[in-house]
């Protein structure tokens, strides 16, 4: 079992800065990608940046120069740093670890339970 923990959401006032983190922990071989996703209300789940185990990083077009993903893989910790912050950004935040089981041959997905981020203009 993998346990997936988000932390750092809450309520920022437009332009503000927050910083996300993300602990998976249990029964872990190897972690691949992982990747933030937020969803607001009556919206669809989107892709907010992720970041695979060799550091290559990606970013949705709405937050490239505002947002910034990193990991510690010592820690299987990931961060996203959240600068000038703005009300669109308000959902709440998933976090999704890519696991790769332990005979090496499969991946598979484990989500946080969210972490809600709150933008006020």
């Known amino acids: 079992q993998v346990q997936v923990v988000e932390s750092g959401g809450g309520l920022v006032q437009a332009g503000g800065s927050l910083r996300l983190s993300c602990t998976a922990s249990g029964s872990i071989f190897s972690i691949n990608t992982m990747g933030w996703y937020r969803q607001a209300p009556g919206k669809q789940r989107e892709l907010v940046a992720s970041i695979t185990g060799g550091s290559r990083l990606n970013y949705a077009d709405s937050v490239k120069g505002r947002f910034t993903i990193s990991r510690d893989n010592a820690k299987n910790t990931m961060y996203l740093q959240m600068n000038n912050l703005k009300p669109e950004d308000k959902a709440v935040y998933y976090c999704?670890?890519?696991?790769?089981?332990?005979?090496?041959?499969?991946?598979?997905?484990?989500w946080g339970q969210g972490t809600q981020v709150t933008v006020s203009s």
């Open positions: 999704k670890a890519r696991l790769l089981s332990p005979d090496g041959v499969n991946n598979y997905d484990s």
